[in-house]
């Protein structure tokens, strides 16, 4: 069985840093690309980053690119995104999902993990 469990959210002020993980189990991150995403309040979920299966490719969203890093460890079957220089507007539940191709994007997650609240403070 997929599964995915996300942790590492918390309480930050703003410019601070934050590592979230997501710990695949019941299949190896060579089998898919890992996205992560966020959700607000009456929004739907949108994508912060991506990682290939192979680990080689990685894609950021506009709003966070130059501030998270997304990576894997295949021996730990754990992706991974180092969030520095946090704004309010990163506030949100973020959630890890693995996709049913390469391509990055909600319609395509093939299993979603549970969301861990990332809460920047000003």
């Known amino acids: 069985e997929v599964q995915l469990q996300a942790s590492g959210g918390g309480l930050v002020q703003a410019g601070g840093s934050l590592r979230l993980s997501c710990a695949a189990s019941?299949?190896?991150?060579?089998?898919?690309?890992i996205g992560w995403f966020r959700q607000v309040p009456g929004k739907g979920r949108v994508g912060v980053s991506c990682?290939?299966?192979?680990?080689?490719?990685?894609d950021y969203a506009s709003s966070v690119k130059g501030r998270f890093t997304i990576s894997s460890d295949s021996a730990k079957n754990t992706v991974y995104l180092q969030m520095n220089s946090l704004k309010r507007e990163d506030t949100a539940v973020y959630y890890c999902?693995?996709?049913?191709?390469?391509?990055?994007?909600?319609?395509?997650?093939?299993?979603w993990g549970q969301g861990t609240q990332v809460t920047v403070s000003s």
């Open positions: 990682i290939s299966s192979s680990g080689g490719s990685t």
């Open positions: 999902a693995a996709m049913a191709t390469e391509l990055c994007y909600p319609a395509n997650v093939g299993s």
């Open positions: 019941g299949f190896t991150l060579a089998d898919y690309a």
